[in-house]
């Protein structure tokens, strides 16, 4: 992997330093916090912090006795059931777009629609008479490249740049 990246110009690098400049406010931080705490969910982040400053979070939820070990299993149970909408595609988008989830699931969002979006290039490119020579796919970002990475081959189309 490493000589891979050597040999290409480092593009994990490049990568995360258009990330950087693009959500590097201290705003933008703190925000990515409580959304890997939401996708980890609540009960699970306390175990986590738990784990992280003494003998081990899921050891002392399951070594407890009674009332309090139900209460943060339940804890991990219901908060991590609260958060699967931003985590996984459950919601049709019409739901998802009107739900207080909508903020927190971006990638979601910005996910629907992609078969579409992809036939919409395949029938570009295949219209393109072959006096053109060779067309090169441009996306705008990662998540254009990969979903026409993932769906346009059996539509004809190369990988993107």
């Not at 693009?22 to 306390?46: D, K, P, R």
């Not at 988008?93 to 909508?102: D, E, F, H, T, Y």
């Not at 090169?136 to 254009?144: D, H, L, R």
């Amino acid at each position: 992997m490493l000589s891979w990246q050597a040999r290409h110009g480092w593009p994990k690098l490049q990568i995360a330093g258009q990330i950087r400049a693009e959500y590097g406010t201290t705003g933008q931080w703190i925000g990515f916090v409580v959304l890997q705490l939401m996708l980890f969910s609540v009960g699970a982040s306390v175990l986590w912090i738990v784990a992280s400053s003494g003998p081990g979070g899921a050891p002392v939820a399951l070594q407890s006795r009674g009332t309090l070990r139900w209460i943060m299993l339940d804890g991990v149970l219901v908060t991590s059931a609260l958060t699967v909408p931003v985590a996984l595609p459950v919601l049709p988008a019409g739901v998802l777009a009107c739900s207080p989830w909508s903020g927190p699931a971006e990638v979601q969002r910005e996910s629907v629609g992609w078969p579409h979006l992809v036939a919409i290039v395949a029938a570009a490119y295949q219209s393109l008479p072959p006096s053109h020579g060779r067309p090169v796919i441009y996306a705008t970002n990662y998540g254009e490249a990969g979903v026409i990475d993932r769906y346009g081959p059996p539509l004809g189309l190369p990988h993107t740049c």
